[in-house]
């Protein structure tokens, strides 16, 4: 069975031109519809929040019943339609309620959708990150163009240009073929057996500190850009740079991957992740130092990323991979992101944006010294693999 290249791709390239529009810009309309840095923290709060238990209850159900592609269909028409909402309503209480409702159903979507890539391209695992590749340029596209037009156009557009990205979502996965999973219901390796080993309960807390330390950089690097006189194009620009280095990791993934262990990946990852957040937090005024910390992204997203999709396909297996991914997303993305976001939200004005930036930058070397000691060694992923 070939693998449909294009239709997986353009799943993640929809898929992430709606975080190029939401991530960069959502803080920005939140805080041009009157919320304040507590709210606007407490909102992406509970965004994270429905990451923890979403994607753990889609990720049972498609392990047990095999159907990982109709539980995205579902999810992804859900989203829109809830999304859609923020087009009519206003007041926090609305945009609570909202924001958990498509929270759900969002945070449920993209763990499923790695499981049946990784279903699609079987024993050609190294070619994901040439799919993946897709996602970032997507968000690239976005976030330019979304930019530009915020230099002329108010933010209102916001909550319409989201759900017409959402609803191209769930039109590419009507058109992606379903695939046949293999559950080895003779493997008697539970998933609470695997959960206990000391790498992998290493490496879900390294993915938790990791994700912690990106909520400020989410949530409020645009607000923080425009407080120092950014351009919402610079902004873009800035956001599009970070992405445009993931690509060029992306490429290279194969090569990267070939030559080097995934332990290494996460740990220079988790190093260079230290250095960028306090220069970002402590070198605001030069914007050369910026481009430089967001050529970082390569290594603080794509590297920690592709590191953390092979190693769940590894500990993981087939069986629980479902499961495996859920788990990743809902421990990291989600509690990291949840926590990150309150924390950043509650002190970004009292304790102050270099100071939240350098709590970060202490989380990622925590991360390092966690997984320096109990991550294991892991093989590389060679193109037979």
Not at 216 to 243: C, E, M, N, R
Not at 284 to 308: E, K, N, R
Request: glycine share 10%; charged share 10%.
């Amino acid at each position: 069975m070939s693998i449909p290249y294009w239709r997986l791709s353009g799943f993640y390239f929809f898929y992430f031109a709606t975080v190029g529009t939401f991530i960069p810009y959502w803080s920005l309309y939140l805080k041009e519809s009157g919320f304040n840095p507590v709210q606007i923290g407490e909102l992406f709060a509970l965004l994270g929040g429905t990451r923890i238990i979403a994607p753990m209850l889609c990720g049972w159900i498609a392990d047990h019943t095999g159907k990982n592609l109709r539980i995205i269909r579902i999810t992804s028409f859900l989203t829109a339609l809830f999304f859609a909402g923020f087009i009519f309503i206003q007041g926090y209480s609305g945009f609570a309620w909202l924001t958990l409702a498509f929270g759900i159903f969002w945070n449920s979507t993209l763990p499923q959708f790695e499981a049946v890539t990784l279903y699609h391209l079987k024993h050609q695992a190294h070619r994901y990150s040439q799919i993946r590749m897709w996602g970032s340029i997507g968000f690239i596209v976005a976030v330019l163009g979304v930019g530009g037009l915020l230099d002329v156009l108010s933010t209102d557009m916001i909550p319409a240009m989201v759900t017409s990205w959402m609803t191209l979502i769930w039109l590419v996965s009507l058109i992606t073929p379903a695939t046949k999973t293999s559950h080895h219901e003779t493997d008697g390796v539970g998933i609470r057996q695997i959960i206990k080993r000391p790498e992998v309960l290493a490496f879900l807390l390294v993915s938790l500190l990791l994700q912690f330390a990106h909520a400020p950089y989410y949530v409020f690097y645009s607000i923080y850009l425009k407080h120092y006189q950014y351009s919402a194009s610079l902004t873009g620009l800035l956001w599009a740079l970070g992405v445009f280095a993931e690509i060029v990791l992306f490429i290279y993934m194969r090569r990267v991957l070939k030559r080097f262990s995934l332990r290494s990946i996460l740990l220079v990852s988790s190093l260079l992740s230290v250095i960028r957040w306090l220069m970002i937090g402590w070198c605001i005024d030069y914007f050369w130092v910026l481009v430089f910390a967001q050529l970082l992204h390569a290594a603080t997203f794509a590297g920690v990323h592709v590191a953390a999709i092979h190693l769940v396909h590894q500990y993981f297996g087939d069986r629980h991979q479902g499961k495996g991914q859920a788990l990743y997303a809902s421990l990291g993305f989600g509690l990291g992101g949840m926590l990150g976001s309150y924390y950043s939200g509650y002190y970004w004005e009292t304790l102050g944006s270099a100071i939240v930036y350098s709590i970060a930058a202490l989380c990622c070397g925590f991360a390092f010294v966690i997984a320096y000691a109990w991550v294991g060694r892991e093989k590389t992923v060679s193109s037979a693999a």
